[in-house]
C-alpha cells in the first residue's frame, strides 16, 4: 500500500492554502456538532480561544448562510437547516457507498452488531452508510456524523498508514482532546497506538470517544493504493470485549480488503 498517496499530498498540501476565517468557520461547524448543543457567543468564544467580536460576525455570517440557527430567547446558535440539504446532495454522489453496502451487510450479520462505512474527507471521517444491529441494545451513529482523524477506531485506522509527520501536524492542529477517562491525550502514545493498528491490519477503541460505546475498523484503500476510508463495527462495550474486538477486527480487515479490490482508482 502506496503511503505517500495522492491523498496524503492533497491534505499535505491543505495547509498552505487554508483562508484563517473559513478555517474558524469550520471550526465552529464542527464545535457545535460535537458539544450537541446550542451555545451562546461567549461560550463559543471561550471553547474556541478567538476574540468575542471575531467569534459574532463568524456566527453572523453563518446564520446569514442558514449554516446555523439562533434562538432569539436563550441567544444560543446551533447547527443550522440548511446543512441538512448539502448532507443529503453529498451523501447522493457518493456512489462507493453502494460498493461497500454488501460488507457492512455480511459485517453486521456476522458480529450481529452495527457495521459503518466512513470516507476519509480532508481531515475527517464522514460516516455515510451504516447496517444496524438487530439487538434491542444497539449502537447506532447517525449518518453523517463526522469526527477528527484524531479521534475514534475509524480515525486512527487511517491515521496508521499516513507519513509520521503528517500525523504530527495532524495532532497539532487538530488536538488530542479527552473524551473520556480512556481518550488517549499523549501524541507518544498514539504514534505507539498506530504502530499496533499497522501491524495487526485494525484499530480498536476501547470507550475513548463515548463511555460505554466500543468500536473496531479496518481501512479500505482504491485501486491506486490510496487510503480512502474504513469498514467499521460498533457496539456496547460490555458486549465488544477484547477479545471480540480481535474477532472482529480481523473480520473487517478480509471485508475492507475484498472492498479495496474493486473500487476504481
Known amino acids: 500500500m502506496n503511503q505517500n498517496s495522492k491523498t496524503v499530498s492533497a491534505t499535505e498540501e491543505h495547509y498552505e492554502y487554508i483562508v484563517p476565517a473559513v478555517d474558524r468557520a469550520a471550526r465552529i ?3 457545535l ?5 446550542g451555545m451562546t457567543i461567549a461560550e463559543v468564544t471561550e471553547a474556541a480561544g478567538w476574540h468575542k467580536s471575531s467569534v459574532h460576525k463568524l456566527l453572523v455570517t453563518l446564520s446569514h448562510h442558514g449554516l446555523l ?34 460488507f457492512l451487510k455480511e459485517l453486521a450479520e456476522y458480529t450481529g452488531e452495527t457495521a459503518n462505512y466512513s470516507v476519509l474527507r480532508g481531515t475527517q471521517m464522514v460516516i455515510v452508510d451504516s447496517v444496524e444491529s438487530r439487538i434491542d441494545l444497539r449502537v447506532v451513529p447517525p449518518i453523517g456524523t463526522m469526527n477528527s482523524l484524531t479521534t475514534k477506531s475509524n480515525g486512527k485506522a487511517v491515521l496508521a498508514f499516513l507519513p509520521e509527520n503528517q500525523v504530527h501536524r495532524l495532532i497539532e492542529t487538530e488536538g488530542l482532546p479527552a ?16 504502530a499496533a493498528v499497522r501491524k495487526r491490519g485494525y484499530a480498536t477503541d476501547f470507550e475513548e470517544f463515548r463511555e460505554g460505546i466500543s468500536a473496531v475498523s479496518a481501512p479500505v484503500f ?5 487510503i480512502t476510508g474504513t469498514l467499521a463495527v460498533t457496539a456496547p462495550a460490555f458486549r465488544l470485549t477484547k477479545e471480540k474486538a480481535q474477532e472482529y477486527g480481523k473480520k473487517c480487515v478480509d471485508a475492507a480488503t475484498r472492498l479495496s479490490a474493486i473500487l476504481p482508482q
Open 33 to 37: 456538532r460535537t458539544r450537541g448543543h
Open 179 to 194: 473524551f473520556t477517562k480512556n481518550s488517549i491525550t499523549d501524541p507518544s502514545t498514539l504514534l505507539r497506538e498506530l
Open 69 to 102: 440557527d439562533r434562538n432569539e430567547a436563550t441567544k444560543q446558535y446551533s447547527l443550522g437547516i440548511a446543512l441538512i440539504d448539502y448532507g443529503h446532495y453529498v451523501l447522493g454522489k457518493l456512489d462507493i457507498a453502494d460498493a461497500a453496502k454488501a
Open 29 to 31: 461547524l464542527r464545535l
Open 222 to 226: 482504491n485501486a491506486a493504493g490510496n
